[in-house]
């Protein structure tokens, strides 16, 4: 074959070429020996290994091709008159051919139309997200908009209220208060309420044995200061109560 129309980068450049390709070969041939003479099967570990080899190997080749697509589109191939034709037919006609095999074009016009939907479902998922995103936008302004056009008492409108919140579509599964305020005070009260009943319960007026004298009861202040004075008790002062838990001396008056 002449190369003399070629300067020297242009044939690294298909030196480089056989190079990757011989690899790719290396590679894929080891996978199928390995496959077809192993039994059992190779480990996991191992098939996985080749795998990540050939990966790479046809990664090295399309990323080279890429690079000298404009060169390789433009060269042709002939044969010198000196090439023995008659008895390297085979390989004479395997560089000179221009169509791929019957079963290579099979596999190529599979990727592309792979490719082909890949690109166009990413294309649509794109545009889908970008109308999405254009929606929320709207949505955003048009819902404050809208909400300003009405008087809010809580959840509902005014409006709504008149007519009965009963009859008002939310569309939303969680059921609303028909009067926030109004719940939160109330709950509120409660909680105030229970935690005044159990600060008016654990108040500790007095102290004494209990009547087995192997333990101590204590006086809890009634919950009504009627009761408290009813009982005519003074609450007791707490060093009189510490003194009591580490001597035991009842307080006076107890």
């Given at each position: ?133 254009d929606l929320w936008s709207w949505a955003g302004m048009a819902a404050n908009e809208e ?71 204590f006086d809890i202040q009634p919950e009504s200061e009627d009761v408290l004075s009813e009982l005519n008790l003074t609450a ?19």
């Open positions: 074959m002449s190369t003399a129309a070629l300067d020297p980068q242009e044939i690294k450049a298909l030196e480089q070429t056989r190079q990757r390709l011989s690899q790719l070969s290396h590679s894929l041939s080891s996978l199928y020996q390995q496959v077809l003479h192993s039994d059992p099967l190779p480990p996991w570990a191992s098939l996985q290994s080749v795998a990540a080899i050939i990966s790479q190997n046809l990664a090295s080749v399309s990323q080279h091709l890429s690079t000298h697509q404009d060169l390789f589109a433009s060269m042709v191939v002939y044969p010198l008159p000196e090439f023995p034709g008659q008895t390297q037919e085979d390989l004479l006609g395997q560089l000179l051919r221009k169509k791929l095999e019957p079963n290579v074009e099979d596999w190529v016009a599979d990727g592309r139309q792979t490719a082909s939907e890949t690109t166009r479902q990413d294309n649509e998922s794109t545009s889908q997200l970008s109308e999405r995103q909400a300003r056009k009405h008087t809010w008492g809580g959840d509902f409108t005014l409006e709504e209220r008149e007519m009965g919140v009963e009859n008002v579509v939310t569309g939303l599964r969680r059921k609303l208060k028909e009067d926030p305020d109004e719940s939160s005070d109330e709950d509120e009260d409660d909680e105030a309420a229970a935690n005044g009943a159990d600060a008016d319960e654990m108040d500790i007026v007095g102290v004494h044995r209990n009547e087995s004298g192997d333990g101590l009861e007791m002062p707490i060093n009189d109560i510490f003194r009591f838990l580490m001597t035991g001396t009842i307080p006076p008056g107890r």
